[in-house]
């Protein structure tokens, strides 16, 4: 056991679009980050200290058997003076936690409560952020193109999944289907955001996205398609509503993280249908040359 005297906690809050999460990490002497367990219980809005300490004993199980890491050097038992109420203070058990530990307990939390869900979605959102890392650096339109083929394919396996849950019909799918545009569109319908993004006739709103806004459906997509199946959801309406919050999380996310909400983003000048009929004339003239190019015999 070790206690902790001498730390300091960063500022942070929603004004100056730092996380909740990053807002109670704390420093220790040789500026290494870590969370108290203590503390992040709080965040999460676990009111029982026991119910907590077992989704901590679940993620201790889960980085043992990740080996990739030493639990001890991840989750350090600890003691800290915790207030109790009138002013006064306990000394009582805690923990030490690294920011792997932390994501840990995300994973093994109890996804039912609002602030677990966000901080799943946060982890989330962080490690997709870094996969996209490398696409940042193509042109606006070569991303696009790259993130409209990952939600066709990605959309396909929503679908099973959410067939699987008990969403059968074609109308029933639509519904589903706009349950995540509602949460992440704060309410707007399909309908609705074809009309605030100015499109007309039979124009698909995920034709017309910029490349940061189709980055947040797919997160929407893949988050609930994983939710769907993790949590075995069982029925249309508790489908729709798993959909539903998993949009309004990353719309919370994203606002977190100081973004434009979906809505606001603008409408690019050409569709995906656009830029693929480019992109296929520039391979075009690309392989166009070789076909026409002397054959030398070997000697």
């Not at 996380?19 to 219980?41: M, V, Y």
Request: proline share 4%.
């Amino acid at each position: 056991m070790m206690n902790e005297d001498t730390t300091q906690t960063t500022q942070g809050s929603l004004g100056d679009h730092r996380s909740p999460f990053e807002a109670i990490k704390q420093f220790d002497d040789n500026g290494n980050e870590w969370w108290s367990a203590r503390a992040l219980s709080k965040l999460l809005e676990y009111s029982q200290w026991q119910t907590f300490k077992a989704a901590i004993e679940r993620a201790m199980v889960a980085c043992a058997n990740g080996n990739v890491a030493k639990v001890d050097d991840h989750f350090i038992a600890i003691h800290e003076m915790v207030p109790i109420g009138s002013g006064a203070k306990r000394d009582l058990p805690s923990y030490r936690l690294s920011r792997y530990a932390c994501y840990l307990i995300f994973e093994n939390g109890d996804s039912s409560k609002p602030m677990v869900a966000l901080a799943q979605s946060y982890f989330a959102l962080q490690t997709r952020r870094q996969e996209l890392a490398d696409l940042a650096l193509l042109p606006e339109s070569r991303q696009r193109l790259y993130l409209r083929q990952q939600v066709r394919v990605d959309n396909k396996d929503l679908s099973a999944a959410a067939q699987d849950a008990g969403v059968q019909t074609p109308a029933e799918h639509a519904v589903f289907q706009d349950q995540g545009y509602k949460g992440l569109y704060n309410g707007l319908s399909r309908r609705g955001i074809h009309k605030r993004k100015g499109l007309t006739g039979v124009q698909d709103i995920l034709d017309n996205m910029q490349s940061t806004e189709l980055a947040a459906n797919w997160f929407r997509i893949t988050q609930t398609t994983d939710k769907l199946r993790r949590e075995a959801i069982e029925g249309k309406d508790n489908a729709n509503r798993a959909h539903r919050d998993v949009g309004r999380v990353v719309r919370e996310s994203i606002a977190q993280l100081g973004g434009a909400m979906p809505e606001d983003l603008p409408t690019p000048e050409k569709s995906i249908q656009q830029l693929e009929r480019e992109q296929a004339q520039r391979d075009l003239l690309q392989i166009q040359p070789a076909l026409f190019q002397e054959i030398v015999p070997e000697e």
